[in-house]
């Protein structure tokens, strides 16, 4: 059966069970349990009933159409996955496209039903669902988890076994960070904290997992309270040596699947503290059943905030920069001799954009310290690189010729932390359009990597730093230009964020020392190429005066420019002379690392502009 | 009795009432009952308990102490006019200083009361507190004017005759501007609209008022349902005119002090649709109240956005843009005449602030519409302006003498708009430092100028273009840069602002064409002197291209920079190009309303740098 028909029988059977339940429209959002970015295969319903396979994008079923919204990121991408199948792709912000919400309002009408597993959608998205559907008269039941009905095959909860982050890397104790919470608590008026976000669990506790690739998280809920703390893990998970430390903590560790039936009788001693952007609509409708049963109202006492340990791991400490620092030097490293490589090889041995990406991925796997990537390796040659989150297929994808354009997006788990890194690459001839869509984007980047900045200050704040050189052109990248980035935890984390408009809550987070954020504008020419540049940046104070405290960024990634796409009209005065002072920095901290042959390039690459 | 003992008998007094009344904490706002910015003198208690003068700052006064929060414009002026009354100045986001909210959480104890005039906090700032004093079973009364009980020679009611703004200056009929509002209610699944909000209201219904000096407005509710409008105002400023123009509309008037009456009352036909941030308190209250008593929860059927009315009153039509250009050159034009006075005269002619800033107001009266100054003319020389906002006294304040410098901030209403434009002036010799600080405040201000930004782009996004040169040097202005300008209303409106964090729910509006913003970036060094540059900017389109629709700014104001304080070697390389365009645009549209000799030296003034 081809693509197109394998989707459209799933869908019909889902249209199925949506009419035995009497829902008129289902929702299938890309979340697990914990509306993380990536997920397990088990949570996969939006790509197992669309075909689309990207990292975000929802997809709403009625009987009579499906749509998919998708971001610019997955424009391209996302038209091309679902071609044939029936379903209509809205491409979020553009001119004509209707929100989800609008959409659901202009297509139910009074008395219908719309349906969603509500694990998988968040507090606040679940109860302004409920609200605008509400006023409308449509029914919201988020009791139903259709896709697992029809989805015969699906694969089971990950499991595997939690393993203990030492303090010699989390450079603090998970007691410590628990009473920073806990101080939190109370200056919120509040004696219990809930979360089923997984990466600020993993962090509170000092844990990882393994249940997503290449985000070391353990599938869990957290509650905490003034004098006990909770954890609930799937119990095949759970080591003898996670156990001990447990114990050794006074953490008392529950069974994973009992959680709700734990938060619907657990006696909650006072105000509940609570992020409604992370926190599962589910749990939240749980807790709001115990409260109510207690006679109480939930508007009265439960408090909603930006999480606390979001803010908090967001924060990295004195071990966690020493290691950061020290690690992303060694991944430069890596990956400049991996560019070395590639321009000396191609068009003599035969590559592909998978080849070349396994070359890299090998010399990743040789630093003493390597985990896993910390995601799939992009690599995308020519047109391919338009598409942002492109990764090439099992069959290699693009063969590399010695001309145009590679561009690689790639990062590695290590204990000593999480890297990510961009370099667009050129193999041979370039075009003039080329070189000035890449020296913009040197624009675009070290005018980021430069900027000083007053404390209050966030991503909203200077975002325009990297855009003004695109947007002064009538020129834009469809994403953020920036995302914080975790340890061994997500590659992309909270709440920091660089992009222009307000997206979460989360967005107005203002900037701290120890922050790390990325720095990564682009060109992206549908067709034809795309280009990035990302460099992972530490936010560092720069001094204090009667005017206030200000800071600044110091990058932590150094690997060189591609020399032959700089084009010195176009740079500005100002980041030709940053990317010299970059360059040398490169030469010093890298140096080292390069052979006899791969110096002699290096230090050519990095002679001044 | 000198200034210290007033104030203290005063404060003496409201104890007294506290005492009587329970009252352990009482917050006096500088607010009339619709959070207008500036307040008729009825309204004034803030300034009456404390001898502060400036146009915000709030007073929460205990038995054992009293303590002023006021923002960075007024940190200067507030400590000096409070100076030796025993209140405490709480600088606003100064480290260490507590907001308001820990403050009361601090000094407050479980079953304690705070009490405050309902009518003069928005339903957001209420209901927040509410919140958080009631987590901490602190009680919160917002029934008691306690001020009125005290103030015995308190002003009564400002009250003015309502006028009517010819549709030939406003661009658009009540009854087009309803229609709008009526498809923003129906959007939002509401069949009413709520306002305490006095610009929009006038804005609304093409009428203006005289209730508040500089503030063309009425004191008056609103209430619109689906085919019903009602107004309420006093009796005594209904001129004949107006009754006749409200009975053509249909729009039901009735009187102001009966407004809280008929919300009690009213059937609200169903949702209601409110912006928290301007919508006074205790009118909430009252709808609230009287949903509760139909059986309803205002949860279910209060809607809450920022304000339409108030979005779409930004945005100037083509009669407010074509009127607001051609107002703006000539109230350029005696600006300039001004400047020329004042440099030729000064140190010949006796000169003090005052009589400065009051030559300046007679060549405004001679506008053919003039109607009043929006603002009452700062004229601060030397030292005096480092306080932003600063008027010389009743003594015509400092003697202006030819050296340093004179900051001048100004405006007018007329029929065609109004103004609000600073220019600092030389007097004389000026210093090195001088020179810089000017410089670097005019590569702030066109570099906003000249931004070109995406569709959706806020003022959070676009004020680093300003900051950019003041932060780089580790220096800040303690004032927002930017703010939109009423057409014959208030000379700050929203919601658009530029400003680098967020402050309120609006500052996240984004741009559109037609807004008009100021650009005011300066230099501020206590002691020392104060230099603000602010241009008028309209926003226009700069086109659309497939990456978006972008767009930038124009200025409205065009009055030469002072060249004697320029200095090429810090002007950055574009903006010295940017003010040679300005310039010449200056010279091209005010140079013909200058009489020989000013046309001779503005010649000299905007020849090329």
């Known amino acids: 059966m081809d693509n197109k028909n394998i989707h459209a029988e799933r869908l019909a059977a889902l249209r199925e069970k949506m009419r035995e339940h009497g829902i008129d429209a289902y929702m299938i959002p890309t979340a697990d349990f914990h509306c ?75 008395g219908q039903t719309f349906g969603c597993d509500g694990r998988c959608i968040t507090k606040a998205e679940g109860a302004h669902l409920a609200r605008v559907l509400g006023q409308r008269g449509i029914r919201m039941d988020t009791s139903l988890d259709l896709p697992g009905m029809v989805w015969a095959d699906r694969p089971a909860l990950p499991s595997h076994p939690i393993w203990l982050l030492p303090e010699a890397f ?19 008026d509040t004696s219990c904290y809930v979360s089923s976000k997984l990466d600020e669990i993993m962090w509170l506790l000092n844990i990882r997992g393994n249940d997503v690739e290449a985000n070391p998280v353990a599938l869990s809920y957290l509650l905490v309270t003034k004098d006990a703390w909770y954890l609930f893990v799937q119990k095949s998970e759970c080591t003898k040596e996670f156990l001990d430390y447990a114990a050794k903590i006074h953490l008392t560790v529950g069974e994973y699947e009992k959680f709700f039936d734990f938060a619907k009788d657990f006696a909650f001693p006072g105000n509940v503290l609570l992020d409604p952007n992370f926190l599962s609509f589910q749990v939240y409708q749980t807790i709001r059943e115990n409260l109510e049963k207690a006679g109480k109202r939930a ?43 590639l321009k000396k090889n191609v068009g003599k ?19 003493r310290d390597y985990i896993e990537l910390s995601f799939g390796t992009i ?3 020519g047109p391919n690189a338009a598409m942002m989150h492109y990764e090439p297929g099992e069959d290699g994808g693009a063969e590399l010729k010695p001309e145009g354009m590679l561009l690689v997006d790639s990062g590695g788990h290590y204990m000593r932390g999480t890297t990510d890194v961009t ?27 430069d900027v000083t900045f007053l404390k209050g200050s966030c991503g909203m704040t200077l975002d325009i730093c990297a855009r003004e050189p695109m947007w002064e052109n009538l020129m834009d990248y469809k994403c953020g230009t920036g995302h914080g980035v975790g340890n061994i935890l997500n590659v992309h984390e909270g709440p920091q964020s660089i992009r222009y408009h307000q997206r979460d809550a989360a967005d107005l987070t203002p900037f701290a020392p120890g922050m790390t954020i990325s720095d990564e504008p682009g060109v992206y020419k549908a067709g034809q190429y795309g280009i990035r540049i990302e460099n992972i940046l530490l936010c560092v104070e720069r001094g204090t005066t009667s005017d206030g ?5 110091a990058p932590l990634t150094f ?10 009209n176009v740079l500005t005065p100002k980041v030709r002379e940053l990317i010299n002072t970059y360059h040398a920095q490169v030469l010093e901290k890298i140096g080292p690392f390069m052979n006899e042959e791969e110096l002699a390039w290096l230090k050519a690459e990095c002679t001044a502009l």
């Open 379 to 381: 690599s995308a040659y």
């Open 559 to 568: 690997a060189p420019l591609d020399r032959e796409l700089l084009d010195v």
């Open 423 to 449: 370099r667009t690459m050129s193999l041979g001839p370039v075009t003039e359009d080329m070189r000035r869509s890449y020296s913009l984007t040197a624009n675009s980047n070290f005018q980021l990597q």
């Open 349 to 367: 041995i035969p590559m592909t954009e998978g080849s070349a990406a396994k070359y890299l991925d090998n010399l990743r796997a040789q630093i």
């Open 36 to 110: 993380s970015e990536y997920v397990a295969p088990c949570f996969k319903a939006r790509e197992y009933f669309s075909g689309f396979t990207g990292s975000a994008g929802i997809l709403i079923v009625m009987q009579e159409r499906a749509d998919l919204w998708a971001d610019g990121r997955y424009f391209i991408q996302a038209a091309k996955e679902i071609e044939g199948s029936g379903i209509t792709l809205e491409r979020i912000g553009e001119p004509g496209v209707p929100t989800r919400e609008q959409f659901l309002k202009d297509h139910l009408k009074e």
């Open 549 to 553: 405290t200000f800071y600044g960024f």
């Open 170 to 188: 989390a450079g603090e104790s998970a007691e410590s960070k628990l009473a920073r919470l806990r101080a939190v608590m109370d200056e919120q």
């Open 299 to 341: 508007e009265d006492c439960v408090v909603e905030v930006n999480s606390p340990l979001d803010y908090m791991k967001a924060i990295r400490n004195k071990t966690e920069i020493a290691n950061f620092k020290d690690i992303y030097i060694e991944d430069s490293a890596v990956l400049t001799k991996f560019i070395y490589w």
